[in-house]
């Protein structure tokens, strides 16, 4: 496939990394830019609506999502980025 790469990490705004979250963010962007892919960095208490935005604005047309693992009740109390995601790209 011949089109860009890339990969995005979505900042909540009231939230500080640790030293060791720092650094697994520094190794997923030299990671990228390995692959030749650019790396994108946003501010979003939503994370869902920063994805849509930056996939918007960047023409992107695939988006492969990493998620943690939750229980089912969790699932069910906040829903899941995905199913997020999801709702807002049927909107538009």
């Not at 960095?41 to 920063?50: F, G, I, M």
Request: overall charge positive; charged content about 25%.
């Amino acid at each position: 496939m011949h089109a860009p790469f890339y990969c995005l990490f979505v900042d909540e705004p009231a939230r500080f990394l640790t030293k060791a979250e720092s650094l697994h963010i520094e190794t997923c962007e030299r990671l990228c830019q390995e692959f030749g892919g650019e790396f994108l960095r946003v501010t979003d208490q939503d994370k869902a609506k920063a994805i849509a935005e930056v996939a918007k604005n960047y023409y992107i047309t695939q988006i492969v999502i990493g998620e943690s693992q939750r229980s089912r009740w969790k699932l069910m109390l906040r829903g899941s980025l995905t199913h997020k995601l999801f709702a807002i790209a049927q909107k538009h």
